[in-house]
């Protein structure tokens, strides 16, 4: 059995002051596991959120290079997790053993990606406008800009990635990528598995000499708006619910000092199905969009929530076969019973709406989800009810189809901000259908072409962000190395004598990094 | 007598539905200019904000080019203007006319410099991930990523640079440059120079061929605020106090889609006097430093607020030049009658606290400002008592005496967040005074050495900003280049066809701009 104690991280020791415990579940029997966890106190909070304080001034001027080997030795006490902790986070998600051993190395390999952009150095985004002393009518002073991390940042973890979204998930990388100690919150539904990886991040400061409090971690339920509250907290990365994301948005808002958060929250991915593609290989369409919307039990972000196609025989066709692979799925465990309730309640308000039909799924089931194709009609998305855009977490998906072009367009006109949407089409479609890429452009974080939208690559183009409601602030994204952006912010030196500035911005520029030099990009030093 | 005719400017063309007018007054006389302004109704305003939503499409699919000649278009319109624009601007802000001619000449080389960028490429911070359709064990797409405007921009003009930060200042012109349609909120302080610039950029609108509603203006009080909840604002630039600009944060994180506001409020500009620089030239230090404070009548956001230094017999001399300094000046005019009003009160505030004495400065008059030198108690700097953080805005400073070193960080560890802190210290001063840049960082958006943070470099490494209550948004510049990033979000496409992606993300490279290819920095093609 695991070595699991439950008490709270805080600077560098455990602490378990509170006599509130909470218990995670094994996701598949719903039966308690035998390990208490300490809900933080108030004092434990504040002391949390202290500690990545004292610890910011430090870590926030290591060098790049002492946070990159940080992240790569977080990366490697993951790797080196037995069979063990695999097991455990399966019990605790009833996600399967292959793919919690992927997510983990999806999870290491954002430690590492974020080590490259460290030393690689373009997050620094160094700026040079030399002195122009001879200058008229007035001389030019010497101007130098970096960036440096914005604070300490609270993060909340989520119930779908226990490792890649969680406690030393994407958000978590990148803010101590970016110099900013965190604290993060524990989420409810993998407590034993977070602890785990909190004590692998320890580990892993304590062998490269990091300041006690880079990271934290508190267990409990309603301790997360305390910690978003706390003034020494400066941003928040969250991925969750609207719900969820919402409230801690207000929260931030109505601060004195109000700060950032980017939630990642609610998105319905819709899938444009274009006619000659269907007619071509409408079957093989409908089956791998069928996999792609049961991949994980539809518990993913980026699932398809939506599919939209022009009436046609072939959408028809298309329809039926759809119909048919999701009639044919077996039920599935979900990560807890929440989840499963509100899938539930998900899938019964669809049905619900006088517009909204049942086109194939097995009954609802009290134990697991049962994958369900509902059709609604066009006007809702034209009309923008708001039944369509709200996602449902889970193995659902609804076809819309609608007349003809330029109903397509009113249709895609009415939709929310996304984190994706998805064009399947042959070359002769996406010349025929034009106009509607720079409207999806205006919708969402990403446009994919003749893929599917699950399964988020972990690279530098990458954007897993969106307009609202799909994320909180669409300048951001919780995938990617772009990740890091969202935790920097620049600051400038007029006339700074070389030897007090920061290295990125030093004449003989140490760090070999380009820089932007009076205008232009250079490596060379000055 | 120049054409003004007081009509809200909605997609290119004027209009003046309501009833209720407004006037702007000569700031030292008083008195009415003879122009009604039409306060735009309920309706004008939604009118404004559809016209630069109608525009926004087709604006921001322009080249960066195009949009470059806009801008240019719209500095040599700026240019072009009489003596007789010059002479409006100057009676309706009591600024001198060299100032003004100087403002306008920081006005169009703003707008000039952001086509500057347009063209260099890299605010569209293009990223390519080339697909690796070998890759083990799954294949990697192609994942492409550039940044386009976030869409129509509310803009909110300072009372204190009626050009450089007003309608066609800083924040219209990098969204502008981000491809952003702008709907701007005539200053109420100088609506006849607004109008006159407001023609201005509709006939280089006019010339470039732009969508109609690229830049719409409305007047009156209150319509502000229906703008900022406007569904389609999608973001706020605003300058101006730190009660106006909050509200509007509030206003924007309330709204059903909560937007981004870039407010630049309060700052109070900490000096620190160190004490060799002090010996040395204290004498040479209390003339630059009482030349700063009452640069412009004291009417800069980067106006130094507060002058700190250790006790000692340098700084009790530099007191004494200094209080002479301000007691020889004369009274100037502010901008209007309620500036006027705001400065007598502020002064008023800090001379009804205990902590806080009046050193020199002849008595507060009706018409005109007074310069005014306050000494304050260290300990309401390290118990961060509320008097002395809120900027009072206009020809007044305060000193504060601390004992030692370690009161001094004290003290400074009390600050709110500023656009700037200015360190006055020979180089064994900064040597020994080392543990004071690394606090500053944190507080700060620029840090000078041994200059006055009055006068604000336009160029690539500004940072106008800065943490709480400095801007609402430490991430972004109000001033520079980096300014367009706030007015950008970033898109990415997946597997897309060559001919569908933008120009910047197309393999040929048609725009030759830097690009993050595989993780490396290439202008080539690929």
Redesign the interface.
């Known amino acids: 059995m695991p070595d699991i104690i439950g008490h709270n991280y805080i600077g560098g020791a455990r602490s378990a002051a509170g006599t509130v415990t909470l218990y995670s579940h094994d996701a598949s029997s719903g039966e308690a596991l035998p390990y208490p966890f300490y809900q933080a106190t108030p004092g434990e909070v504040d002391a949390a959120a202290q500690a990545a304080a004292q610890a910011?001034?430090t870590f926030r001027?290591l060098s790049a290079e002492r946070r990159a080997h940080f992240l790569e030795a977080i990366a490697a006490q993951l790797d080196a997790l037995g069979s063990d902790f695999i097991e455990l986070v399966t019990r605790e998600t009833a996600l399967p053993n292959a793919r919690i051993l992927?997510e983990r190395g999806r999870t290491s390999g954002q430690l590492r990606l974020f080590a490259?952009v460290l030393r690689?150095g373009?997050f620094l985004a160094a700026?040079?406008?030399r002195a122009q002393p001879d200058r008229q009518?007035?001389p030019?002073?010497d101007?130098?800009?970096y960036r440096?991390g914005?604070?300490p940042v609270a993060v909340f973890g989520a119930s779908n990635f226990p490792l890649a979204f969680s406690t030393a998930g994407g958000d978590t990388a990148a803010a101590l990528a970016a110099g900013c100690p965190v604290v993060f919150k524990a989420h409810s539904g993998h407590m034993a598995s977070a602890e785990q990886v909190a004590d692998a991040i320890i580990r892993a400061a304590e062998l490269t000499g990091m300041p006690k409090g880079v990271f934290n971690m508190i267990y409990g339920a309603g301790v997360g708006a305390a910690l978003v509250k706390h003034p020494a907290i400066q941003a928040v990365g969250f991925t969750g619910s609207l719900k969820g994301g919402r409230a801690l948005?207000?929260m931030a808002?109505?601060r004195p000092?109000?700060i950032?958060v980017f939630a990642e929250m609610s998105s319905i991915n819709p899938v444009l199905l274009l006619p000659q593609a269907l007619a071509l290989r409408g079957e093989r369409i409908a089956a791998e969009l069928a996999a792609s919307v049961l991949l994980g039990c539809g518990q993913f972000c980026t699932k398809p929530g939506l599919v939209i196609g022009v009436r046609s025989p072939a959408f028809s066709a298309f329809t039926v076969h759809l119909a048919a692979q999701l009639a044919e799925q077996p039920p599935q465990t979900m990560l807890n019973a929440q989840t499963l309730a509100s899938y539930h309640n998900g899938v019964t308000a669809l049905l619900a709406h006088p517009g909204i039909t049942h086109l194939s799924g097995q009954a609802l089931q009290p134990r697991q989800a049962q994958p369900q194709l509902l059709r609604a009609d066009a006007s809702l998305l034209i009309e923008a009810d708001p039944v369509l855009q709200e996602e449902v977490f889970g193995p659902a998906t609804v076809l819309v189809e609608v007349a003809d072009r330029y109903e397509l367009l009113q249709a895609l006109n009415g939709l929310?901000?996304q984190l994706t949407a998805t064009l399947i089409g042959e070359?002769s479609d996406?010349q025929s259908h034009?106009d509607v890429?720079?409207?999806l452009?205006?919708k969402?974080?990403?446009?994919?072409?003749?893929?599917y939208p699950t399964?988020v690559?972990v690279?530098?183009?990458?954007?897993h962000?969106g307009?609202?409601?799909a994320t909180?602030?669409?300048?951001g994204?919780s995938v990617g190395s772009?990740a890091i952006e969202r935790f920097?912010?620049?600051?400038?030196?007029?006339?700074?004598?070389d030897e007090?500035l920061p290295e990125a911005l030093q004449n003989a520029n140490p760090l070999g990094i380009?820089r932007?030099v009076d205008?232009r990009?250079s490596r060379e030093s000055l």
Do not use: K, W
């Open positions: 910011y001034p001027n992927g490259q690689r373009d700026r040079i406008d009518p007035l030019r002073a101007i130098r800009q440096l914005v604070g948005c207000d808002a109505a000092q109000p950032p929310h901000g070359p996406l034009a890429l720079p409207l452009e205006q969402v974080g990403r446009v994919l072409f003749n893929g399964g690559e690279c530098d183009a990458m954007v962000g307009p609202y409601p909180s602030d669409a300048r994204t772009l920097l912010r620049p600051v400038c030196y007029q006339n700074c004598p007090l380009a932007l205008g990009s």
